[in-house]
């Protein structure tokens, strides 16, 4: 059984930062490519970020130079350090892996879904 579990978003103003993880556990061999996705109300979800497990990164052109997002294989965790954050960057952020698993297939997983909430 895999499972993503993603760290609790938040309310931050404008201008601030937060950071985001999300840990895949179960009986994994491998997550190529982990990343963020995120839904505001009325909108279809769409990508953030996403990062391979050679360290190969992908943004959307809204969040470039604002977002980071990073990985660590060994604890089968990524990242989002959000900086700079604007109202419009409110939203749920899931997190999203692509897995090997034990049964030998390849599935998408999505975690719970975070609330961020960007205002003063």
């Known amino acids: 059984q895999v499972q993503l579990v993603e760290s609790r978003g938040g309310l931050v103003q404008p201008g601030g930062s937060l950071r985001l993880s999300c840990a895949a556990s179960?009986?994994?061999?491998?997550?190529?490519?982990m990343g963020w996705y995120r839904q505001a109300p009325g909108k279809q979800r769409e990508l953030v970020a996403t990062?391979?497990?050679?360290?190969?990164?992908n943004y959307a052109d809204s969040v470039k130079g604002r977002f980071t997002i990073s990985r660590d294989n060994t604890k089968n965790t990524v990242y989002l350090q959000m900086n700079n954050l604007k109202p419009e960057d409110t939203a749920v952020y899931y997190c999203?892996?692509?897995?090997?698993?034990?049964?030998?297939?390849?599935?998408?997983?999505w975690g719970q879904g975070t609330q961020v909430t960007v205002s003063s």
């Open positions: 179960g009986s994994i061999f491998s997550i190529n490519p």
């Open positions: 990062i391979t497990s050679s360290g190969s990164r």
């Open positions: 999203y892996a692509h897995i090997l698993s034990s049964s030998y297939s390849f599935s998408d997983y």
